[in-house]
């Protein structure tokens, strides 16, 4: 079996007030798509800054390509690319100059060089505006052009945090179609994004993170299996937030039901088939006090996976 290209054991990281991170540990295979999701304070961020040496673990180990994080990291900085979710552009230079600049850090001949920035602002679409200053960039522009900063050396792994953040939609398909792409151009993609239908697409694997600790791991298909065949999704009349505890513990009561929760003005309803359980849910509907405004029937998504394992109503 082949030494995984990232591998964390135990990974901590403690700042005064809160364990951002704790005991991580994970194992991603080369040539594969790593998904990271969680909600807002997870430890997203900082399992990313401390991968990317740019936040000292607390404890634990972690290595990429080999390399110990802590120990060996411009070894690390050498093989890997990050794109970061604020766009970091300095504003006094052009994007041409942003990649040129780049590319004589990692060492990169001026021949490959030019050729390699034609192809990465190809990419991302700013080929028009390489050489504007970034000043003049748009919030969408300044993300593009850190992907293109991250791509730019051909890297081991690419560590993209929320990659579409601000990116218009036929930019964000792009570049989804080419982060897919490079597994078989031997690059490890390591992402996170709160858009949870961006990983479903790409990831091979995911990993759930909640206050700090990873809850769920796997396949997207192996995870949502766990979810049952069929997700209900419930939502009442006017925003209601609240369905009554009477509700949830007679849609419970129903069997093939896996699990019932709220989310957001309504709830959802796990299940392992489906026109029996729908049969049964609509009697129980039609019995209770609730006004329903709408019942729906689809299968489970990572959207579903994420609300099962954290019980939460968003990402």
Do not use: W
């Not at 997203?44 to 936040?55: F, P, S």
């Not at 759930?208 to 796997?218: K, S, T």
Request: proline share 3%; charged share 25%; net charge neutral.
């Amino acid at each position: 079996m082949s030494t995984p290209i990232i591998q964390t054991d135990n990974l901590t990281r403690a700042f005064e007030d809160k364990t951002a991170v704790s005991n991580l540990s994970l194992s991603v295979d080369k040539g594969t798509i790593f998904g990271l999701i969680g909600a807002n304070g997870a430890g997203k961020t900082t399992a990313v800054r401390m991968l990317t040496t740019l936040l000292k673990p607390t404890s634990g180990r972690a290595t990429i390509n080999g390399f110990d994080v802590r120990n060996e990291a411009l070894s690390v900085r050498n093989c890997i690319g990050y794109v970061p979710q604020e766009a970091h552009a300095d504003e006094a230079l052009t994007g041409r100059e942003h990649l040129i600049l780049q590319g004589r850090l990692y060492g990169m001949q001026k021949d490959v060089l030019a050729r390699r920035i034609d192809e990465v602002l190809r990419l991302v679409g700013l080929e028009a505006e390489a050489d504007r200053r970034a000043l003049k960039y748009s919030s969408g522009m300044r993300k593009l052009l850190d992907v293109a900063v991250g791509l730019l050396h051909n890297p081991s792994v690419l560590f993209v945090d929320e990659p579409t953040t601000g990116i218009d939609i036929a930019h964000r398909q792009q570049l989804l179609d080419y982060f897919r792409s490079l597994p078989s151009r031997e690059t490890t993609v390591f992402l996170t994004s709160h858009f949870l239908d961006e990983i479903d697409q790409l990831a091979h694997r995911v990993a759930i993170l909640d206050h700090g600790r990873v809850i769920a791991e796997g396949a997207p298909v192996q995870l949502k299996s766990q979810l049952g065949s069929t997700v209900f999704d419930i939502t009442f009349m006017n925003g209601s937030t609240d369905a009554g505890n009477d509700l949830r513990l007679s849609l419970k009561r129903l069997g093939g039901i896996a699990k019932v929760m709220p989310v957001g003005a309504g709830l959802k309803v796990f299940a392992n088939e489906e026109d029996e359980v729908l049969r049964q849910i609509k009697s129980v509907l039609n019995e209770s006090n609730h006004a329903v405004r709408s019942l729906s029937v689809s299968k489970p998504s990572l959207n579903d996976v994420f609300y099962y394992f954290t019980d939460r109503g968003s990402a």
